[in-house]
């Protein structure tokens, strides 16, 4: 029988990470505590383990090849249960991380995370994006069911000039780019999904 941390080492391999004990440890914590405070708060739909490595922990993983040298501080909107910002902040610690969740309940799982796996390189604001005027980031990544004109107008404030918006889209995203506006510039990078056969786009974006 597979097991998680077989899944994760062959997983984190194949995007090309570094494998490391602790690192697996803490992946492993937190899938326990999102299975754990998933029976209360509803934090997804998904059940099984090797879906929830899948396409949470590895899919989120996949936002780190849009990522260029010298960014420094991102912002997860709509972090829901961490996604993508905690995994990419456990194998990123030298990024800084901001995750903002309008959710009450949500941040509260969130910022139990950030204890529990020793996440100092993690904020957590609940919010909603609209309302983040204080800081600027940048890069701004979501998982959230933001079309590519909504994240840029919703999260438009909060990221630096030239800085970017990354997004992990399916299949519809080009229907989606021709409504964009044609001085936009925009780069999609197709990336394996490891251990699901499954292609991903990871769209990005430049604040002009």
């Known amino acids: ?26 992946f492993i914590t937190y899938l326990k505590e999102l299975k754990k405070w998933n029976r209360a708060y509803n934090l997804t739909a998904l059940k099984e383990d090797r879906e929830i490595v899948i396409k949470h922990f590895l899919d989120s993983l996949l936002y780190l090849k849009a990522i260029p040298e010298g960014a420094w501080n991102i912002c997860d909107v709509g972090s829901g249960a961490g996604f993508p910002g905690v995994p990419l902040a456990l194998v990123r610690p030298d990024l800084s991380f901001t995750l903002v969740e309008p959710s009450r309940k949500k941040t509260a799982f969130l910022r139990n ?22 800081k600027k980031f940048d890069i701004a990544v979501t998982r959230a069911l933001f079309s590519i004109g909504d994240f840029i107008k919703n999260a438009g404030h909060a990221v ?49």
């Open 113 to 134: 995370i950030k204890r529990v796996l020793s996440l100092n390189n993690v904020d957590v604001l609940e919010a909603r994006i609209e309302d983040v005027r204080e």
């Open 1 to 26: 029988m597979e097991t998680v941390q077989k899944l994760l080492i062959e997983g984190l391999r194949e995007l090309g990470l570094e494998t490391s004990d602790i690192l697996v440890s803490k």
């Open 160 to 208: 630096k000039t030239r800085g970017l918006f990354i997004m992990n889209k399916g299949p519809k995203f080009e229907e989606e780019i021709k409504g964009a506006p044609a001085s936009t510039h925009i780069e999609v990078l197709q990336a394996a999904l490891p251990q699901s056969g499954i292609q991903r786009s990871i769209v990005k974006i430049v604040r002009s």
